[in-house]
Each structure stands twice: as C-alpha cells, then as structure tokens.
C-alpha cells in the first residue's frame, strides 16, 4: 500500500547551525575593521532567511563592537581607550620576567587586554528577513588592539527557519515614554 | 480511508522564532527606562515557555545594560558615564565641518557614541519556565546617551520548547570555592 | 490496525536545550574565578556536539568576561576598574539612609555596579565539536565585584544538532586586510 511509505524524503527536525571562522590580517597596532559585510555575506551564502548569528573575537586583545564606522570616530575610539588604559602605565602583566612560561617574543600588552574587556568580544545579532538585524548607522567592527596580525573570528548562523514570517509575527510594539 | 487524512495538524518540525521591535520615546538627553516588563511581556504574549530572548538595540547613541534599577544608582550611571567621556571635549567626530554628506541637524554626539561601546547595546536571555532568566534585582535598561528621541529594540524570541522540563534539566551545580 | 500505532516513538521535533545553574563561593572583596571548566563539563556532561551555551550572571553587582586567566593580568584588572571606579567616591546610591525599604545589611556598592556595567554580565559562545568556541589563551571569568558571597550563573545550552558537521559546514574564510 502506497499510504505507508511517503514518497516524499524526511523533512529536517532540526535547524541547521553553520559555523565559519573569518580571518583577517588586522590594519595597525589599533585599529577598527569594518566586517558587517562579511557577516552579511555569510547569511547570503547560507541563504538564511530567519536565523541568529553569535560572533566571538578568539582572541584576548580584539574586541567586537556595534557602532558606527565613522573615520573621525574611530581615531576618537583609540584616543579614548588609549587614554583610559594608557600602554606605558607599569601593568604588572608587563613584568615579563616575572612571568612563567612566556615565549620570548611575549608583547607588553596589559593595555590590550584591559580595552577588550571594557568594549566586550562577542555579539549575538539575529537575522530577519535575510537581514542582519541591526540600525540603519550600526556596523559590526573587529577592533584589533595589539597588531598588526592575523586574526580570526568565530562565526556561528543558526536557522531558525521560515522564508518568511507569518502574519503577526514581525510586528511593532511600544509604550508610552 | 481516514488513515492518509489524519485530522490534526502537522506539527512544527523547527523551533519558531518571533521577531518584533520594541518601539520607545525617551525621556531625556541621557536617560534609563527599563525595560523589563516589556520584554516579560513579550514571552507571555508568545506563550514561550523555554527559549533564548535575544535584543538588539538599532541605535549608535543607545545602550542595553543588565543592572539594576534604584533611582540614585541610576543618576549615578549618568555622572559617572559622562565623566568619563565628557560631551565638551574635543572629539574629532563632533567638527561636523570635516565630515562628508551630514544633514544639517547633525548632532556633536561624540561623547554618546563611546559610552554606548562602553555599555554595550545587545542582551542574549534565556527564558525559564516563561520568565526571563535573570536575577532578583536584575533590570534591562534601555540607556538613551543623545535624546530625546524615538529608539527601537530588536527583539527576538526563539522556542526552544518543552511546555516543562523533564528531570534533571534544571538543576544547580557548582565546586568550593 | 498496526498503521495507526507506529512501534518507534516519534523523533524529537525541536532541539533540547539545558538550563543549569552554576553556584560558586567567591574568594574576596574583588577576585576573579575562572569558570570555563565548569562550562566545558556541562557541554560534556549534556552530550552537546554543536550548539550555542548562553551565561548570565544573575546579580548586579558581578561581571563576566572573556579574557585571560594570568595571575598578574588579574591583578590588573582589579587596580585599573578600583581606579576607574573608586569605592570611596560619594556615589548617590551609598546614600543608604535616603533609599526606601532596604535591608540593614545593605552594602555600600555603586562602584561595583558601575564596573559590572562596563564589564557585561552575559556571554554567548558557541559549542563547535563539543568544545567552547573560544581562543587558545581565552577563558571565561566571573568576577566577583562586591563579595565575598554565594554567587549563581544561569547557563542555557542549546543543543544545534549534529554529531559532526557535513562537508563545508566549518570553513575558514577571509579578506585581504
């Protein structure tokens, strides 16, 4: 009897989740790269229409931020930062000597790490419609804070399917101020 | 025969996901609202028992910050933020002069640009037995840094399922100290 | 009639997804405690392949952070936040006589809110092979900021499915600098 066995194949049970590790050679000793649009290239390939993407810096001297990619802005985010966790302050992560198993081309970067900790290294931004889910003035930037090198960035999708949303489900709420 | 019509639905093969935007006018030029009870009330609307919460604020000038929401700590945020990235400084992305294709009402923002990298402006919550996974005197507030203005958070909800969780799912752990 | 009541349960529909608490006695006033083995043996623990480990520290006055677990960095971290922070500045929230219904044992802490907001308190970091998806030298921190106290982190795993990815699931990609 055709009724118990389907022509039809298996339809998934679960969301596909892709993983990609993007790399970059990094500008300068501080310095914003601009990657949204290797992220939103990645949703394209992907063909991920609904899904959340988890971008995680592998590093403990970057840091990923969401903000805006403004040429004057970005040099007022490294003298900040640089003044807020100047390089030169005696950093005991900077005693070289005082440090076990260190190679011997170690970096003073004490600084480094303090900036990546005040501006965070992961980003969790949902996709909709195709989309990266972020502001018009919003871009994702790697900022490297001890280069210029090599760097990389975990990238993971996670389709939460639908090609599109069903009535109600995108829809605009608010309260009073 | 009734065995290839059968009368139920199929059921959901993937998690959904609901999208919505939270849509606010804020009440100052550097101003807190909580957000709580917008969100709680999102999960409840949804009927998400288990499930990832996922915000996004859509602004360069905006923050999302888990903390808490005492009146006095609050005008503390402002002065302490503010001292550290004064408005009145000299910051290069403020000379409007230098900057291409700006419209007229362009604001010196400078300031509001570098405290929301140093807040942040995306939360990932998990949801537990439909409440927002978050502590006793834990807020989500949305940090307005260069209002009054209307601001949006993307929101996103994903099921992760389960009207309940099976023994075992949900227990606490941890090692001495 | 045998068509009506298949032999095999029916196949899951939708991802699990673990929600544990990790509990942990912190050592100081401010003390760092590296936490990324307690994530790591939950990931094994719960059999996760692929899948994202969502973490919120569920008070507002701890952080936590992806950065180094190196015993003099440490010490760095807590001289510069002291500093950028200090306890003793007259912060409103210490005004403890003029807040409404607090208990008498309520400590004196808008310092260590402010540095819990400048450091985050939520992390998302994905699960690639069963294992964090995080650098060689990165480790997952809480830190304590006002204890020494009995502390809880909410951890969601969210299994992605997979034993292994197929072909050209993880992949490295890159762009000239």
Redesign the interface.
């Known amino acids: 009897m055709a009724?118990?066995t389907p022509a039809s194949p298996s339809?998934?049970?679960?969301?596909?989740?892709?993983?990609?590790?993007?790399?970059?050679?990094?500008?300068g000793v501080f310095h914003c790269?601009c990657i949204t649009v290797?992220l939103q290239a990645?949703v394209e390939r992907r063909g991920v229409r609904?899904?959340?993407l988890?971008a995680?810096?592998?590093?403990?001297t970057t840091a990923l931020?969401?903000?805006?990619n403004?040429e004057?802005?970005l040099?007022?985010?490294e003298a900040?930062f640089l003044g807020?966790?100047p390089p030169d302050r005696p950093?005991?992560?900077n005693?070289l000597h005082?440090?076990q198993g260190i190679p011997p081309d170690e970096p003073r970067n004490?600084h480094a790490?303090?900036i990546?900790?005040?501006?965070?290294?992961?980003?969790?931004?949902?996709v909709?419609e195709g989309r990266l889910?972020?502001?018009r003035?919003?871009s994702v930037l790697l900022v490297e804070l001890d280069g210029?090198r090599r760097r990389?960035v975990?990238l993971?999708l996670?389709?939460?399917?639908?090609a599109s949303?069903p009535e109600g489900?995108?829809?605009?709420?608010?309260?009073?101020?």
Chains 1, 2, 3 share one sequence.
Do not use: C, K, Y
Not at 11 to 27: C, D, K, Y
Not at 56 to 60: A, E, I, L
Not at 158 to 162: A, K
């Open positions: 009724l118990s339809p998934p049970l679960i969301p596909p989740a892709f993983v990609e590790r993007l790399q970059i050679e990094t500008g790269h290797d990645l609904q899904g959340l988890v995680v810096g592998q590093h403990t931020v969401l903000n805006e403004e004057r802005l040099r007022d985010i900040f807020l966790a950093w005991l992560h005693d005082l440090r004490a790490h303090l990546a900790m005040l501006l965070g290294n992961q980003l969790s931004l949902p909709v889910g972020i502001g003035w919003q210029p990389e975990l993971q996670i389709d939460t399917g639908g949303l489900r995108d829809s605009a709420f608010g309260a009073p101020p």
